[in-house]
C-alpha cells in the first residue's frame, strides 16, 4: 500500500513568508503527526492530529498550526517564517486509536519537506 | 530531564561486531518503546517495536527492554557497513505522542 506522502518535498522561503505543508498518511490510518527534525535538537514534536482534532501539542511557538482534513489528510502553516524554522519537517502517520492492532501504535514516516528559510 | 536519553555517540563497530545502542527514558509510566533507523538524508524508518520486559528479536536484530531500569536496548549482531546511521529510541508515554531521542550514530568500519 501507498506511504506516507509529503508535499512540497524542497522549498525556498523568506523571513516573514508564510508556508504550508502537506501529507497524506496512509490509507486506513487516522492519526497524523509533526515534527521538525534540526542537527542540534533531533525530531521535535510539533503536534498530532486524529479525526480532525487536535490531540497533541509540542513547545512550538503559535506561528506553527496545523489541521486536518475528513480524509486524514493534513496540513501544517508556518507563518512569519525565522531563519531558526529552516529545518526538515516531517510527518508520521499511525492507526491512532486504542488498543492498537499490531500492539503498537507504530509511527510510519513520510519523506519529508526540506524548507530553507533565507 | 528529557523523556528520552540517549548517547550520541559516534559509536564505531567493526564489521561483523555486535553493535550495542542504549537508551533510557524518565516515566515510568511508558509504555511502549521504539528503535528507528534513520540514513542520513533520509526519513526515519521502524526496525522494531517492544513493549514487554524481556527480549524481542527480529533478524540480526534483538531489542531488550528492563522496565524496572527504565532501559531499552538495541543489539545488532554481524554489524554489516550498510547499518551505519542514526538510531532513534522513542517511548510512548501515554496516548499516542511519542518521545525521541536524540539518536546515535552508529558507523560500521569495513
Known amino acids: 500500500k501507498a506511504g506516507v506522502t509529503q508535499t512540497p518535498r524542497y522549498l525556498i522561503k523568506t523571513r516573514g513568508q508564510q508556508v504550508t505543508l502537506s501529507c497524506s498518511p496512509i490509507s486506513g490510518h487516522r492519526s497524523v503527526s509533526w515534527y521538525q527534525q534540526t542537527p542540534g535538537q533531533g525530531l521535535q514534536f510539533l503536534f498530532e492530529y486524529f479525526s480532525e482534532t487536535q490531540r497533541n501539542k509540542g513547545n512550538f511557538p503559535g506561528r506553527f498550526s496545523g489541521r486536518q482534513f475528513s480524509n486524514s489528510r493534513s496540513e501544517m502553516n508556518v507563518s512569519t517564517l525565522e531563519l531558526g524554522d529552516s529545518a526538515l519537517y516531517l510527518c508520521?502517520?499511525?492507526?491512532?486509536?486504542?488498543?492498537?492492532?499490531?500492539?503498537?501504535?507504530?509511527?510510519?514516516f513520510g519523506a519529508g519537506s526540506r524548507l530553507t528559510v533565507l | 530531564q528529557k523523556e528520552v536519553e540517549q548517547n550520541s555517540g559516534p559509536l564505531s563497530v567493526p564489521e561483523g561486531a555486535i553493535a550495542s545502542l542504549n537508551c533510557t527514558y524518565s516515566?515510568?509510566?511508558?509504555?511502549?518503546f521504539f528503535w528507528y533507523r534513520q540514513y542520513s538524508g533520509k526519513s526515519p524508518e521502524l526496525i522494531m517495536f517492544?513493549?514487554?520486559?524481556g527480549d524481542k528479536e527480529d533478524g540480526r536484530f534483538t531489542a531488550q527492554l528492563n522496565k524496572a531500569s527504565q532501559y531499552v536496548s538495541l543489539l545488532i549482531r554481524d554489524s554489516q557497513p550498510s547499518d551505519s546511521a542514526t538510531y532513534l529510541c522513542a517511548v510512548i508515554i501515554s496516548g499516542n505522542q511519542f518521545y525521541f531521542g536524540t539518536g546515535t550514530s552508529l558507523t560500521v568500519i569495513p
Open positions: 516515566d515510568r509510566g511508558s509504555q511502549s
Open positions: 517492544i513493549y514487554s520486559n
Open positions: 508520521a502517520s499511525s492507526w491512532g486509536g486504542l488498543p492498537p492492532p499490531s500492539g503498537a501504535n507504530v509511527l510510519t
